[in-house]
């Protein structure tokens, strides 16, 4: 049993999987070795699945992982296996359901499951335990002796258990319905009646606390108003709400930018304060397509503030992007973060801090564990009208304020960053980037989105094959659905802000290598893993949205725009049987599938893929221009002619394309006009 105790994450790649190599839990990471070593014992496994920015997998960690008495528990009883939910989100998404199906709740980080050693098939399962009895909890070693117990006991019982936890992931993942299925279209208003039942009108969001941004069901709002801006205001409403009132909570840092996972108040005031880079991909490019549909500037503000936290702190050397910034600094969460009042007038003129103070709500009491997490408490008219400045004034005194804030916090120690580099967030950044500089005139950014890009076709994709995580110049593990998807997704985007024929046939390649390695063939849609990953207990079909848009939902959307883009008609048909194998699915509850409906969208209405060609100015002065008014429905490519040729302009939907009216003025008012008032086919 010698070589059975020592803990093997010292060579991990993974942050997480390193905080916890100094444990004298004997773990290991999930590999044959440790799975063979159960089967041979017949002991169960421990799972346990985190990420190195969770606050509750740190305190787990503390309590049990590090004590020395506990860890003896694990070690005798069973086989330990150590997870990161980022690198191995395959496991992750099956343990997860796992724990909705054994204890009817939802599940969450840090997750605890025991696995029976021939296949792992979970039997028991539950979240963070304490290491003392608290809150109707079991102490956690008196849990594992429990838990020991039922499987050295009870077999035939949980046999039957694991059959029925193995019928429920086949009906789980099974397809719901066959690639002819009819489509519904009023599927679309379903969904919005259900988000506007759950909308907090005055706080804005979806449900009470926590509240995550859950920035599908907004994207959906948005793109929901564009299909009918005059009779869909209510979705313009719930959206910008929501965008507004999370812009100017705590869960956006005031003083650097970016957005942490998720408030845990109805408010938006207090966040959980980690940060992580998936949430704010997709939050910058919804903060530039709210402000494309609304010219509100706080919106392109906030999306220029959360790109340049990105670029600043988030990048590596290589050009990828970091994975995270934990919530605690110095064992407190959100010790970076906060504020005594007496800290910031030491550090603002006597003139400027009674400003900042009525601003972000120094004058109140404090609002996290005796001191100040700041959040904006009064508008710029407001303080304008009170001290008797001009609103320029006030924003360029507080926009002072906060560099000399940010300067001061800089010198805090901070929290760790988990500096993998993943490719499936990396994708979301880029999309992000490439949408907001294009449309906010912010060249730096599309160049931080080129940059990217090449380092993940430098670095993760070898051989042709797309590699899903990277660190310290080791690329590993294959990569899943969502790398695929939100990375063609990603080439879309920043195809636009400059046409390149390497980028669109690195499209081509994984665009291919979605139809090759994901969709079931037979039934249409999209694996989570690939035909040839390792065999787990089962493969997922990801259908719903949760913190991330569904992979389906992704998939088809892109592929059917590439497709149209690229003149390939296979990338079309797939992405149409993704959506049309799903449709009884979304009909059971539609807003749980706001990607899917915006791929059904396309179907329903294809996508405009709008090309121009000819002087390289005038063809960027007619994007720009067409550019003015959100449309999600239209792609716009440039390919640069000789030097002061006239612009052309193609407009294709689908198979069918058309020559467009000869002005930008009348090719905007073209693609304004509803379509039945169109031109035929040339």
């Not at 090449?454 to 797309?466: K, Y």
């Not at 660190?471 to 990375?487: I, Q, V």
């Not at 198979?655 to 002005?663: E, I, L, M």
Request: hydrophobic share 45%.
């Amino acid at each position: 049993m010698e070589t059975t105790q020592r803990n093997r994450l010292g060579e991990a790649t993974s942050p997480y999987l390193q905080q916890h190599a100094g444990n004298p839990v004997a773990w290991y990471p999930w590999c044959d070795e440790a799975l063979e070593l159960a089967r041979r014992e017949d002991r169960p496994i421990l799972l346990s699945i985190g990420y190195a920015a969770c606050h509750w997998c740190h305190v787990m960690a503390h309590e049990s992982f590090e004590d020395a008495d506990t860890a003896a528990v694990m070690n005798r009883l069973f086989v330990n296996i150590k997870v990161d939910r980022e690198q191995r989100p395959d496991l992750d998404r099956i343990y997860q359901i796992a724990h909705q199906l054994l204890t009817r709740r939802p599940g969450g980080w840090p997750l605890t499951v025991f696995l029976t050693p021939g296949d792992q098939v979970p039997f028991f399962a539950g979240t963070y335990f304490p290491r003392e009895p608290r809150h109707g909890m079991p102490g956690f070693a008196d849990l594992l002796e429990r838990v020991a117990a039922l499987y050295r006991d009870r077999r035939d019982a949980l046999r039957e258990q694991s059959a029925e936890v193995v019928a429920a992931f086949q009906s789980i993942n099974a397809a719901p319905g066959a690639t002819d299925t009819p489509l519904d279209p009023s599927l679309l208003d379903q969904s919005r009646e259900a988000l506007a039942a759950e909308f907090d009108a005055t706080h804005g969001g979806f449900g009470r606390a926590p509240k995550f941004p859950q920035a599908p069901l907004i994207d959906r709002l948005l793109r929901d108003y564009a299909a009918a801006p005059e009779r869909r205001r209510e979705s313009l409403h719930m959206a910008c709400t929501t965008l507004r009132r999370m812009a100017l909570g705590g869960i956006n840092d005031q003083i650097g930018g970016g957005f942490a996972r998720y408030a845990v108040d109805d408010y938006w005031m207090i966040p959980h304060f980690e940060k992580m880079l998936s949430d704010n991909g997709l939050l910058l490019a919804l903060y530039t397509d709210a402000w494309q549909a609304t010219g509100d500037h706080l919106f392109s503000r906030i999306a220029k503030e959360t790109a340049q936290w990105m670029l600043r702190e988030m990048r590596s050397p290589e050009g990828g992007f970091y994975s995270a910034l934990d919530a605690d600094s110095e064992g407190e969460e959100g010790r970076f973060y906060v504020w005594t009042p007496e800290t910031v007038q030491a550090l603002l003129a006597d003139a400027d801090y009674p400003l900042f103070a009525a601003r972000f709500g120094l004058d109140d009491p404090a609002n996290f564990e005796g001191r100040w997490h700041l959040h904006v408490q009064a508008s710029l008219s407001e303080l304008a009208k009170r001290f008797h400045l001009p609103v320029d004034q006030v924003r360029d005194r507080l926009d002072a304020a906060r560099a000399l804030l940010y300067r001061e916090r800089a010198r805090r120690v901070w929290p760790m960053r988990d500096d993998k580099v993943l490719t499936s967030w990396n994708a979301l950044a880029i999309r992000g980037l490439a949408l907001a500089g294009r449309l906010l005139d912010r060249p730096d950014f599309v160049a931080a989105a080129d940059r990217a890009l090449g380092f993940v076709r430098e670095s993760l994709w070898q051989d042709g094959r797309l590699m899903a995580s990277w660190r310290e110049g080791t690329a590993e593990l294959p990569a899943y659905l969502d790398d695929h998807a939100f990375l063609l997704d990603a080439v879309l985007e920043l195809l636009q802000c400059h046409w390149n024929d390497a980028t669109a046939a690195f499209g081509d390649e994984l665009a291919e290598r979605l139809l090759a390695g994901f969709e079931d063939a037979e039934h249409g849609g999209f694996l989570f893993t690939a035909h040839d990953h390792e065999a787990l207990v089962t493969r997922s079909r990801p259908l719903t949205d949760d913190a991330l848009p569904a992979g389906n939902g992704v998939a088809a959307r892109a592929l059917m725009a590439f497709g149209a883009l690229r003149g390939n008609p296979r990338f079309l048909a797939a992405g149409e049987r993704a959506v049309r194998s799903a449709a009884p699915a979304m009909a059971r509850v539609p807003h749980a599938h706001a990607t899917l409906l915006s791929a059904m969208e396309r179907i329903l209405e294809p996508a405009r893929i709008v090309t121009l060609t000819g002087d390289a100015t005038e063809t960027a002065a007619w994007q720009h221009d067409l550019e003015r008014y959100y449309a999600p429905g239209r792609l716009v490519f440039r390919y640069t002619g000789k030097t002061g040729a006239p612009v052309q302009a193609t407009v294709c939907e689908g198979t069918v394309c058309r020559a467009a009216p000869g002005s930008v003025h009348d090719l905007r008012a073209w693609l304004h006009a509803p379509r039945e008032h169109q031109p035929a086919n040339d």
